[in-house]
């Protein structure tokens, strides 16, 4: 028992005067663990997403600046001095089509009822053709008379002339005196000329009836037919057919003051009429010799010959080549539109965009002419217009003329 007790007391003074013994369960330690791997895992969390939104900060920065930088650069365009080249001068206009001579055909006689009308509109005929023809059964009994009245006179003509020549076979002998052969001469001659009256009154009844037919003065077309069989005609009736000499069109093209001043007679055109891609060769034979007070705009005739597309009424478009003329040239690219017309970009001697308004003329595989608003020495904008405005700033990169 005694030593059995100092053991006890040995081993209780050992466990209290030790400091660092802990006695611990294997349960409490795994849940100590876990709460530090806990730990671990959460602050590894949050420095990450601390890294992450510094980087996107970073790059936030990075992006918002370089509108600046980029708005402070000052871009750079293509520009070309195009000079002046040697091109056709190629005018431009526009104007209805209609017949070079219009001719209207009426009926030249008195008149009466269309028994026969023997074309149509878009009939071909040649010159002294009868186009239509009048009733002519009164005219026809007139002219029967006649040529009766001038049998009856020729009877009476031949009576007196056998007169004559008896009273001059008397007068020989002595029975006839002088006053009675004068007489019978008198009575012959009136008779001849009693025959001539019928035969012109006769003449007259014929051309009456000749004109009863309605007849083609020239050799032509046929655009109007404005009669029909029945219809009771005059010479106050108007044009019962309208005829194209020859066939031959024209075109009236309206034409500025501009260029009707470089438009001559003979200089050679094509037209187009709306409708056909087609052209059609003709020439200028007609150039107004006035100008239009309201519209500032002259005529040209132009004239074509008939083709199936020029329809008299109808609208073309014709390209009148007035030779040549030297003039600046630009791609398609370089020229611009508003409601406020043609225009370029040219950039000046401040390397400034400049707003230049331009006249166009022809428009070819080879570029625009440009026949106003540009010498040729100016920088011209090749392309990018729509990208500038007036007034800023640009680097001018130039570029070969073509």
Do not use: C
């Amino acid at each position: 028992m005694g030593h059995v007790g100092q053991d006890r007391m040995n081993r209780e003074t050992s466990i209290h005067s030790s400091d660092t013994l802990v006695v611990v369960d294997g349960s409490r330690r795994r849940r100590q663990l876990v709460i530090v791997g806990a730990i671990a895992a959460l602050v590894l969390f949050v420095v990450g997403l601390g890294f992450l939104t510094s980087q996107r900060s970073n790059s936030n920065g990075a992006a918002g600046s370089a509108p600046g930088a980029s708005a402070g650069q000052i871009p750079s365009v293509s520009v070309v001095v195009p000079g002046t080249s040697q091109v056709s001068r190629v005018i431009t206009a526009s104007g209805p089509l209609g017949a070079k001579r219009d001719q209207p055909i009426g009926i030249p006689g008195q008149g009466g009822r269309v028994v026969r009308v023997l074309v149509d509109a878009g009939s071909w005929v040649r010159a002294g053709q009868v186009l239509a023809i009048v009733d002519r059964s009164v005219q026809a009994q007139q002219a029967a008379q006649l040529a009766a009245q001038i049998q009856a006179a020729r009877a009476q003509a031949a009576l007196a002339q056998s007169d004559y020549d008896r009273a001059i076979a008397l007068q020989g002998r002595g029975f006839i005196s002088k006053a009675e052969i004068d007489a019978k001469k008198a009575a012959r001659d009136a008779a001849y000329a009693q025959v001539r009256v019928a035969q012109a009154q006769l003449g007259a009844t014929r051309a009456q009836i000749n004109q009863l037919n309605v007849i083609a003065p020239t050799g032509g077309l046929i655009l109007a037919r404005n009669v029909e069989v029945g219809q009771i005609v005059s010479p106050g009736s108007g044009a019962l057919f309208r005829l194209a000499e020859g066939g031959q069109m024209e075109m009236r093209a309206q034409l500025a003051q501009q260029d009707l001043a470089n438009v001559h007679v003979g200089m050679p055109a094509q037209v187009i009429p709306v409708g056909s891609t087609t052209p059609v060769t003709g020439n200028v034979w007609q150039v107004a010799p006035v100008i239009d007070p309201q519209s500032r705009l002259g005529e040209v005739r132009i004239a074509v010959p008939y083709t199936p597309a020029m329809r008299p009424g109808g609208f073309a478009q014709a390209r009148i080549t007035a030779g040549t003329t030297d003039a600046p040239l630009l791609p398609q690219s370089a020229v611009l539109s508003d409601d406020k017309g043609n225009y370029v970009y040219i950039i000046n001697a401040k390397s400034e965009v400049e707003r230049r308004n331009i006249q166009v003329g022809t428009v070819s595989e080879n570029g625009v002419t440009i026949t106003g608003g540009l010498s040729g020495n100016e920088s011209v904008v090749l392309s990018a217009g729509p990208f500038l405005n007036p007034g800023q700033k640009v680097k001018p990169r130039r570029e070969a003329a073509h």
